[in-house]
């Protein structure tokens, strides 16, 4: 599908042959499996194509991140462009109309997994940054580096410190599927275990022990009672959300269990700490040990640790804050400014984003950050995920504009 319009950032003309490029490229991309833990094939190829398309350097990182750069001099900021390359499991490939590593292109849909959450982003910055180098306007200073980040979906932002340590960005504009609308914030998230011990028996005499699991269906109902999330104007509410209930031990029949864990979504909002929001819960089972005879219960925030297909191990604590820009920030300001000039409309979304790795360079280490990219949040992770080339296409032409607002054209 072709996109009948010009960006006069340098001057751009998204041409036959440019389009066909980059089409062709979110194709391959989505051809590659690539989940989490497994993107080497991905990551060899893409540092391939960014040499290719003439990036001055592209290297794969300890964990797996490949990282191209294009230079133009020394004295400009460093823009990050971000988009991960794995992807969520393919549950059952036969329920897809189309294979899910087919990269098939029909009715001006590419259709596969990741090809919104994020190959489509990756491929049409991984361009965006090529065609600013090719078209060399005078006006440009800094560089602009592109990261393609691994372990995304297992652990979010964890991959990015090593990005953030090797290229120290001033500015991050992270690939998330925004409608192509500058998203300038997005809720945090903390996981939170919650454990009761009893005191195992045969359930023929359940009286001689202590059942966990029903110390945990009344603990439940006492959280879910006396919850109370925070708010904020933009990013919404602080909610929680029970996304996983176990007892065990679960091998035994018969059996009254001695354990029994439940798993909490929190979505963390701006300037909450992790003790804040784990104090929260650790207050009503201080409270709930006052009505439920015998509960014996504790909560933290857990902990994830994955092996990168390179060997390296990534770890830490499932936490991550929130961020927002204010909509005056001068670097929402500039994305806005190229938007405008690469024909797109200047639009920042009315409601944050979904999860990223914004939430580490934006929360954790509060470089100014927002999210900007093609399709739309409802494809992700879905059957038959795809994306528009024309939102492809427009993509490239944002991540273009908003490079030669940034770098000074």
């Known amino acids: 599908m072709r996109v009948d ?3 006069r950032v340098g001057v751009l003309l998204l041409n036959a042959a440019r389009e066909s490029e980059l089409v062709r490229i979110c194709q391959e991309f989505v051809r590659i499996p690539s989940s989490s833990g497994n993107e080497r094939q991905m990551g060899a190829f893409v540092r391939d194509v960014m040499l290719s398309l003439g990036y ?5 990182d300890p964990c797996g991140n490949v990282i191209g750069t294009v230079f133009f001099d020394d004295e400009g900021p460093c823009l990050l462009f971000e988009a991960q390359m794995d992807h969520v499991e393919v549950a059952d490939p036969f329920e897809w109309e189309f294979y899910p590593f087919g990269g098939v292109l ?3 849909r590419i259709y596969g997994r990741g090809a919104t959450d994020q190959k489509g982003s990756l491929a049409a910055m991984i361009c965006a940054a090529s065609f600013l180098k090719e078209d060399r ?4 200073s800094g560089r602009v580096a592109v990261a393609a980040t691994v372990h995304q979906e297992k652990i979010e932002g964890a991959s990015s410190r090593f990005v953030c340590n ?7 504009v992270s ?3 925004s409608a192509l609308r500058i998203e300038r914030g997005q809720r945090g998230r903390a996981e939170i275990v919650v454990e009761t011990l009893g005191k195992t028996a045969h359930s023929a005499h359940p009286e001689y022990g202590i059942n966990a699991a029903n ?5 439940i109902s006492l959280i879910s009672g006396s919850y ?3 708010s904020h104007p933009f990013l919404g509410d602080g909610i929680l959300e029970l996304t996983k209930l176990a007892s065990s031990p679960a091998a035994a029949t018969g059996v009254v269990p001695s354990k029994c864990q439940a798993v909490f979504d929190r979505r963390v909002l701006m300037n909450e700490t992790r003790d804040g929001v784990l104090s929260q819960i650790e207050q009503i089972i201080r409270e709930a040990c006052g009505r439920i005879p015998g509960l014996k219960a504790s909560a933290r925030i857990s902990s994830s640790e994955e092996r990168c297909y390179t060997g390296t191990q990534i770890k830490g604590e499932n936490f991550v804050p929130g961020w927002i820009l204010e909509k005056e920030h001068p670097f929402v300001e500039k994305c806005l400014k190229g938007l405008e000039r690469a024909g797109l409309p200047p639009e920042v979304a009315d409601r944050p984003g979904f999860g990223t790795n914004g939430c580490y360079y934006g929360g954790v280490m509060k470089i100014p950050t927002v999210a900007f990219g093609p399709s739309f949040q409802d494809l992700a992770h879905i059957t038959d995920e795809y994306i528009e080339t024309e939102q492809l296409l427009k993509g490239c032409l944002g991540y273009y504009g908003i490079a030669g607002s940034v770098l000074g054209t």
């Open 5 to 7: 319009f010009k960006c």
């Open 56 to 60: 001055d350097k592209a290297e794969i």
């Open 106 to 108: 029909k009715k001006g």
């Open 137 to 140: 306007d005078p006006g440009c």
């Open 166 to 172: 090797s290229q120290r960005p001033d500015l991050v």
């Open 175 to 177: 690939g998330e599927a």
């Open 215 to 219: 110390h945990m269906i009344a603990l």
């Open 228 to 230: 109370r999330p925070v």
